[in-house]
């Protein structure tokens, strides 16, 4: 049951960020990091931590750099701002868990 919330959780995520790239993003953006605090809490385990952590951080950079080129493009900005709105709750709560897994752990 778990992994379907978060398997669920992902996709309304992915989801909200398409549509919020075609409306204004600020009403969406505390629903995407909530959604993405899910998805970090249930879908990422501790072999995928790193993997995740080192994806998120390269989305996050690549979002940055692709909403300066692609700025011409209609609603992609957007888009891409959103989804590292969603992935950015999920970084959060997997970086925060690391930390103290680390720790704790000496």
């Known amino acids: 049951m778990k992994e379907n919330v978060g398997r669920y959780a992902f996709i309304v995520g992915l989801v909200i960020s398409v549509i919020a790239g075609f409306l204004p993003l600020g009403p969406w953006v505390a629903a995407l990091v909530v959604l993405g605090v899910i998805v970090g809490l249930l879908n990422v385990t501790g072999s995928e931590v790193q993997t995740f952590l080192l994806g998120t951080v390269a989305l996050i950079l690549v979002g940055s750099s692709l909403h300066t080129i692609l700025a011409a493009v ?7 701002s959103a989804f590292v709105s969603f ?7 997997v970086a925060l868990k690391e930390v103290y897994a680390v720790t704790s752990s000496k």
Do not use: S, T
């Open 87 to 93: 992935v950015a709750g999920a970084a959060l709560v």
């Open 74 to 80: 209609p609603y992609v900005p957007a888009i891409l």
